[in-house]
Each structure stands twice: as structure tokens, then as C-alpha cells.
């Protein structure tokens, strides 16, 4: 067991002085690159929202279309059976 651990500390430290190294070294973009990646931060979160958005819109929609199902099973007068339960609707 300890020579897993030892294996464990040491690729430990080597991705350390590896993230260390990236992370140190600067490439400096020409104004077009600066341009792009701009472009690249702004929209990324921009369409991961719209996706978002998107599937909760969908999750809504499959929520209230499972409820409307359930009050067409009216069983009499003003009671209703809402999401697998009976209950008084309307006043």
C-alpha cells in the first residue's frame, strides 16, 4: 500500500511543476487572436445558458403536461386526482 501512495505523492508533485509551467508561460496573441478569444468567453456562457434554458423549458413543459393529464381524470363534481392523489379543485 505505501508504494501506491509513494506513486500517488510523486504524480502528485509532477503535474504541480507541470501546472506550474503552463500557467508561468505567456504567448502573446497578435489583435486578432485577442479578438477571438474575446469572442470565445463571451459566447461560451452565452450558449451553455441558452441550453440551460432550453432542457428546463423542456422539463416544464413534460411536468405540466403530466398534470393536465391527471385533472382530465375528474372523478366527480370538484374533485380531482392531481399527481396520483385525490384532491378538491375549483372552489
Same mark, same amino acid.
Given at each position: 500500500?505505501?508504494?501506491?501512495? &509513494?506513486?500517488?505523492?510523486?504524480? /502528485?508533485? $509532477? %503535474?504541480?511543476?507541470?501546472? #506550474?509551467?503552463? %500557467?508561468?508561460?505567456? !504567448? *502573446?496573441? *497578435? *489583435?486578432?487572436?485577442? &479578438? ?8 461560451? *456562457?452565452?450558449?451553455?445558458?441558452? /441550453?440551460?434554458?432550453?432542457?428546463? /423549458? =423542456? ?13 382530465? #381524470?375528474?372523478? =366527480?363534481?370538484?374533485? $380531482?386526482? !392531481?399527481?396520483? #392523489?385525490?384532491? #378538491?379543485?375549483? $372552489?
Amino acid at each position: 500500500m505505501s508504494s501506491f501512495i &509513494t506513486r500517488l505523492r510523486e504524480f /502528485q508533485a $509532477a %503535474h504541480r511543476r507541470f501546472v #506550474k509551467k503552463v %500557467h508561468n508561460t505567456r !504567448i *502573446p496573441l *497578435p *489583435p486578432w487572436g485577442v &479578438t477571438v478569444m474575446k469572442f470565445v468567453y463571451f459566447s461560451i *456562457p452565452c450558449f451553455l445558458g441558452y /441550453q440551460s434554458y432550453l432542457y428546463s /423549458q =423542456s422539463q416544464s413543459n413534460l411536468k405540466w403536461a403530466a398534470r393536465k393529464a391527471d385533472l382530465e #381524470k375528474v372523478k =366527480s363534481g370538484n374533485k $380531482a386526482v !392531481i399527481m396520483g #392523489k385525490e384532491r #378538491k379543485v375549483g $372552489a
